[in-house]
């Protein structure tokens, strides 16, 4: 059985003794962390490894449920990946103060040998679902060949359709293929190749990032939250979100960033463009962009998101050129490998995040489809936002 580990990094030494007897066992456990790179790669594989497991055994104690740690992200995977839960009491902790999935199963203690009551259990569930999968197999075999009929045809039909994420935004399919990036000018032009994907039609709005700050209940809320009007204002974008925020966003919708690569090519398609919308110079009817800075961002900066259609690109995907800049996965450099020409994911390190699309008050040089810009990881600015993908 595949089992994932999780506790807090001061109660590691507690988590090896449970961690010996599971693997002793026969079962995968997923233990160690030291050798994962730090980053959105970490939570990527982090994410991959709680939705492959067949139980997410967490570790409970007050390091395990306090606000800044890790476990409750964990936990939140495991919740909308629908692993089975079995908390371990390691110190019982306020009940008040325990996360309402935990509340809602039984949890394991004992004033006996832990690792050992823990074994017990693990064995315990792994028989039970080794019957259970018995029976769903037998049970499947008989409707097997109607859903796939019914599944490709169903792909079929959809496939160039915008589909929606799990956090209900639209997205677009982008075809895999080549495409020019660069244009000689700002960044070096160079043939690239990338792999279909998906993309938010939309930057991240107000009011679907209030719903990730209520479902989460432990992040900061973004600069200038306190002059948003939620309810009036939810089709803006969200601004004021560092690299980490919108990473968190994006892997609690099930997606992530796209890469730099990827953003330019919903940007550009094949065809070179200078903008989003083709050569043409900016209007207001392509964008949002050269309005003074000391305007109140969400009462004269920002746009609704869609509210430019004729600066769409040519995939549809709209305001990539001004309204907020946007957050993309790769950390920034000045040059480029010459082989980094299939999947290019930038730099594994680096002193800042790259910022593409420019903002609501960037002129027309700096809302053009191949501008590059960079910022501090932990820089929280009102013209910065960002949109996410998925493979």
């Known amino acids: 059985m595949k089992i994932f580990l999780s506790y807090a990094s001061e109660d590691r030494e507690q988590a090896k003794s449970i961690y010996l007897p599971l693997h002793e066992q026969g079962h995968r456990v997923f233990f160690d962390r030291s050798d994962l790179p730090a980053g959105e790669e970490y939570h990527n594989r982090i994410r991959k490894a709680i939705e492959a497991s067949d139980l997410f055994v967490m570790l409970v104690s007050p390091y395990a449920i306090d606000n800044g740690s890790y476990t409750l992200t964990e936990l939140d995977i495991a919740e909308r990946a629908g692993a089975r839960l079995l908390p371990v009491m390691l110190r019982k902790p306020d009940v008040e103060s325990l996360p309402a999935a935990i509340k809602a199963v039984t949890f394991l203690e004992t004033d006996g040998s832990l690792p050992g009551a823990v074994a017990a259990e693990v064995h315990r569930i792994s028989r039970e679902l080794s019957r259970r999968r018995r029976r769903y197999a037998i049970a499947a075999l008989a409707v097997v060949a109607a859903v796939s009929i019914a599944a490709f045809y169903a792909t079929k039909s959809r496939l160039w359709n915008a589909e929606t994420g799990k956090d209900g935004a639209p997205t677009v399919l982008i075809p895999a293929g080549l495409f020019i990036m660069g244009d000689d000018r700002v960044s070096p032009r160079r043939r690239i190749y990338v792999d279909a994907f998906r993309m938010d039609k939309y930057e991240v709005t107000v009011g679907r990032y209030a719903t990730f700050l209520q479902s989460t209940g432990n992040m900061r809320p973004p600069e200038e939250w306190d002059t948003v009007d939620v ?9 004021g979100v560092d690299w980490q925020d919108a990473a ?21 398609g094949g065809d070179e463009r200078r903008y989003p919308w083709g050569n043409d110079a900016p209007t207001a009817d392509h964008a949002t962009f050269g309005k003074p800075y000391r305007n109140p961002v969400y009462k004269d900066g920002v746009a609704r998101v869609g509210a430019h259609p004729k600066g769409a690109s040519p995939f549809g995907i709209h305001d990539l050129s001004g309204n907020a800049g946007e957050w993309v996965a790769d950390w920034y450099a000045d040059s480029f490998p010459r082989s980094d020409v299939r999947n290019p994911k930038g730099p594994e390190r680096g002193e800042g995040k790259v910022v593409r699309g420019g903002g609501w008050y960037d002129g027309p040089d700096r ?22 993908a998925s493979d």
């Open 248 to 268: 968190s966003y994006c892997l609690w919708a099930g997606k992530r960033l796209p890469t730099e690569a990827e953003w330019e090519k919903a940007a550009r």
């Open 367 to 388: 809302i053009t489809a191949t501008r590059r810009m960079h910022s501090n990881l932990q820089n929280r600015a009102d013209d910065v936002g960002f949109r996410c």
């Open 231 to 239: 309810k009036l204002q939810a089709e803006l974008p969200v601004v």
